[in-house]
T-cell receptor, first 114, second 116 residues
Framework: AQTVTQSQPEMSVQEAETVTLSCTYD???????LFWYKQPPSRQMILVIR??????QNATENRFSVNFQKAAKSFSLKISDSQLGDAAMYFC???????????FGSGTQLTVLP | NAGVTQTPKFRILKIGQSMTLQCAQD?????MYWYRQDPGMGLKLIYY???????DKGEVPNGYNVSRSTTEDFPLRLELAAPSQTSVYFC???????????????FGSGTQLSVL
């Protein structure tokens, strides 16, 4: 079974600064996808960014980018120019192409300091 | 755009009671999922469905049942509620007609359930 590990339960960043959230995963599959989701206090799960395992190029979405290291099974999220609205719980998730299931990490609570 | 609608938003049950968490989507999605989120933890998959009449177990199915008689609805049934089922429950859906990489997973706003 796949596992997703987020080793940072809490992180904080000053407004306008950059922060990196870590995620590692364990798999023997070659066909999979990785995601970062944001969960604000409203509890809604919001897709931040996705990465296909077969793509070497790191995904970017505006201020959000990933550092995908396939051999190391690492998938970190970088948030640039942090804003107060970025404060939320962030979940790393692994999607198995064969099992058709998402596996989530335990989350990182991000606080943005004004 | 209603998206994924979950009801109720909050519920308190006594041990041994039963209830059904409702989930409906109006996007004609094939794939639907039920997750639970315990405090400080990530989401764990309870059950999922790839289409009407087809359901399968996820990581933590014990104590739950599901049915998928229509494309739109995917209710989650708790038969004998236990304190260990205190959690926030999320329903989600996606189209399922293309590669997962091209599809967004749409989540409902969650149901907070307490079993006392």
């Amino acid at each position: 079974a796949q596992t997703v590990t987020q080793s940072q339960p809490e992180m904080s960043v000053q407004e306008a600064e950059t922060v990196t959230l870590s995620c590692t995963y364990d798999t023997s599959e070659s066909d999979y996808y990785l995601f970062w989701y944001k969960q604000p206090p409203s509890r809604q799960m919001i897709l931040v960014i996705r990465q296909e395992a077969y793509k070497q190029q790191n995904a970017t979405e505006n201020r959000f980018s990933v550092n995908f290291q396939k051999a190391a099974k690492s998938f970190s999220l970088k948030i640039s120019d942090s804003q107060l609205g970025d404060a939320a719980m962030y979940f790393c998730a692994y999607y198995s192409g064969s099992a058709r299931q998402l596996t989530f990490g335990s989350g990182t609570q991000l606080t943005v300091l004004p | 755009n209603a998206g994924v609608t979950q009801t109720p938003k909050f519920r308190i049950l006594k041990i041994g009671q039963s209830m059904t968490l409702q989930c409906a989507q109006d996007m004609n999605h094939n794939y639907m999922y039920w997750y639970r989120q315990d405090p400080g933890m990530g989401l764990k998959l309870i059950y999922y469905s790839v289409g009407a009449g087809i359901t399968d177990k996820g990581e933590v199915p014990n104590g739950y049942n599901v049915s998928r008689s229509t494309t739109e609805d995917f209710p989650l049934r708790l038969e004998l509620a236990a304190p260990s089922q205190t959690s926030v429950y999320f329903c989600a859906s996606r189209s399922g007609t293309g590669p997962a990489t091209n599809e967004k997973l749409f989540f409902g706003s969650g149901t907070q359930l307490s079993v006392l």
